[in-house]
């Protein structure tokens, strides 16, 4: 698997989520049966502090759906501006894969 680079924007305050799909280099769905998902944000790589975003691999997993959330309260705790953020799938024999990754970017509100 290929990891690919995708920037997101948060709302703080918000609730986030976000879904893709893990696909093959032939662009055929991966098969995420058996695998599981960690994500972190970081405000820079050698970072000591995280947030964890909650990985979730989507029924059916034959079709390598995976979706990324945050609630409101994680979200309103972190201070606007830009992080970086990866997201690795564990598979059933602890193989381990990096399939996305980029700027995650936190911007205040108005309202919330």
């Given at each position: 698997?290929?990891?690919?680079?995708?920037?997101?924007?948060?709302?703080?305050?918000?609730?986030?989520?976000?879904?893709?799909y893990v696909t093959k280099d032939n662009?055929?769905?991966?098969?995420?049966?058996?695998?599981?998902?960690?994500?972190?944000?970081?405000?820079?790589?050698?970072?000591?502090?995280?947030?964890?975003?909650?990985?979730?691999?989507?029924?059916?997993?034959?079709?390598?759906?995976?979706?990324?959330?945050?609630?409101?309260?994680?979200?309103?705790?972190m201070t606007p501006g830009k992080y970086?953020?990866?997201?690795?799938?564990?598979?059933?024999?602890?193989?381990?894969?990096?399939?996305?990754?980029?700027?995650?970017?936190?911007?205040?509100?108005?309202?919330?």
């Amino acid at each position: 698997m290929l990891s690919a680079v995708t920037n997101l924007v948060v709302y703080q305050g918000s609730d986030f989520e976000t879904n893709f799909y893990v696909t093959k280099d032939n662009g055929s769905s991966f098969d995420l049966t058996s695998y599981s998902g960690a994500s972190k944000i970081k405000k820079h790589y050698e970072s000591s502090t995280f947030t964890d975003i909650t990985v979730e691999i989507t029924a059916p997993a034959s079709v390598g759906a995976v979706k990324l959330s945050l609630s409101n309260a994680v979200t309103s705790t972190m201070t606007p501006g830009k992080y970086v953020y990866d997201v690795v799938l564990t598979s059933g024999s602890g193989v381990k894969s990096r399939v996305l990754e980029g700027v995650l970017t936190v911007v205040e509100g108005v309202t919330i």
